[in-house]
């Protein structure tokens, strides 16, 4: 959440900023006038709770001295004031209620160096590391889903069968690959990150925290009869580790990593390359995620994007690193670089990371600080991205690693993992 100080003392500013985001002028307008309503009846409620503070004493002591009259007078004006403070209160509670409703689909500023636009053709590729456009001119690769049907090791049929669409069913070697991923990408950032396994499903005000709701409810999965909501990524549990609490300056940066799997509805991706392991409902993940200081920031957001990086660097994966424009931003992201892994069998670039910097958006939102050593208490600032995405890049490896002969050999760093060189297909 945005700190409500700077609709009202810097308008203009504000006002551009988010512009820059898609917010409409006026939304802006709406929020600054509800402000203003509001500051107007606190100060109100405020004057007439302290005149009824005032006079409800002197009631008592004109009925002591027997001025009964005196006192019914002042007690009828007194409860003229009471009826007209209810009325104020909930004008009060109205203002809050529809201050909120803005407040909380507002998204984060875009970084001052975030490139401009809107689209994914706005976005700025920084750079390329380990692809060569020649190596794939005249060599013939198959999607990762035509090749895991042949192995054995993806059933697309049974997985339809027992969820739909864009659910996965892995099998034997297949399903030992994602394990090798998810485990490779921990034992990577082991002694960086602490590991945290967190509950699966969490409670409306965590999701809230992290910006997901209410702009994304349309997105989440809801359960049926209770306050839970199955997590669209680790990052949700991950940001309410601290939620209500004060750290201590030198306990920041405070880093974690976790496993989780991860659900999200994608109502908006019908046709949009829904087949295989490129866009599913429920896929595995490993998150990262750091809490520092403003002055710590920049530092460990290149860090974890190194981090982020490593993985793929020792798969052998070619990949290239992006810097998303501001209108293709996460809600509550102020900057993010995407990483986008490139898969030959279906000849594009997936998305297997983005790392952002979310400034102090979701610590307003969750009301997580630090203590200065001055004492000063200040809103930390925080920053995710996946260690290890691992459907897509589960992909990916299938399709570098085919073969003539219809087998995949395994990248180095996971053959300890695996206990094989090579997946081959059925003898039979």
């Not at 009964?68 to 003229?80: D, G, M, V, Y």
């Not at 399903?175 to 082991?190: M, S, W, Y």
């Not at 610590?363 to 050593?373: E, L, S, T, V």
Request: charged share 30%; glycine share 6%; with cysteine.
């Amino acid at each position: 959440m945005i700190d409500r100080k700077l609709i009202t003392d810097d308008f203009d500013s504000t006002a551009l900023k988010l512009k820059r985001k898609g917010v409409e002028h006026n939304t802006l307008v709406d929020a600054r006038n509800l402000l203003e309503e509001r500051k107007l009846l606190l100060q109100s409620v405020d004057e007439l709770r302290g005149i009824i503070n005032k006079t409800s004493p002197i009631i008592g002591r004109l009925i002591t001295d027997g001025k009964k009259e005196e006192a019914n007078a002042i007690k009828t004006n007194l409860t003229s004031h009471k009826v007209k403070l209810n009325t104020l209160e909930d004008a009060l509670k109205q203002v809050d209620l529809n201050l909120e409703y803005i407040l909380l689909r507002l998204p984060n500023f875009p970084a001052d160096d975030c490139p401009d636009g809107f689209t994914e053709q706005d976005n700025v590729v920084l750079r390329i590391h380990g692809y060569d456009e020649d190596k794939y001119k005249n060599s013939i690769y198959k999607p990762h889903w035509e090749i895991g049907s042949l192995l054995g090791i993806y059933d697309a049929d049974r997985s339809a069968k027992i969820s739909g669409s864009m659910f996965s069913l892995l099998r034997g070697e297949g399903a030992k690959l994602l394990r090798a991923l998810v485990t490779f990408g921990l034992d990577l950032n082991q002694e960086k990150y602490e590991e945290i396994l967190p509950p699966h499903f969490v409670r409306t005000e965590t999701l809230m925290a992290t910006g997901h709701l209410p702009k994304f409810e349309m997105e989440a999965y809801k359960l049926r009869d209770d306050d839970l909501w199955a997590i669209p990524t680790g990052e949700v549990p991950l940001m309410s580790l601290y939620r209500d609490e004060i750290l201590n300056e030198d306990e920041l940066p405070r880093c974690h990593m976790a496993y989780t799997v991860c659900f999200r509805r994608e109502s908006g991706s019908y046709g949009k390359d829904t087949r295989g392991m490129q866009r599913l409902h429920e896929f595995h993940k490993v998150e990262l995620l750091k809490l520092c200081t403003p002055e710590q920031s920049q530092v460990e957001f290149e860090s974890m994007l190194a981090d982020a990086e490593r993985p793929l660097q020792l798969l052998g994966l070619p990949y290239r690193v992006v810097d998303l424009c501001s209108g293709d931003l996460t809600f509550s992201s102020t900057r993010i670089f995407d990483l986008e892994v490139y898969a030959p069998g279906v000849n594009r670039w997936l998305e297997v990371s983005s790392i952002g910097i979310f400034t102090d958006f979701q610590a307003r939102r969750g009301n997580i600080r630090f203590r200065r050593k001055a004492g000063k208490t200040e809103f930390v600032y925080a920053l995710n991205g996946s260690a290890m995405a691992t459907p897509r890049v589960w992909a990916a490896v299938i399709e570098h690693g085919l073969q003539p002969d219809g087998s995949v050999t395994i990248p180095l760093p996971l053959i300890p993992y695996m206990g094989c060189e090579v997946i081959r297909p059925p003898k039979s």
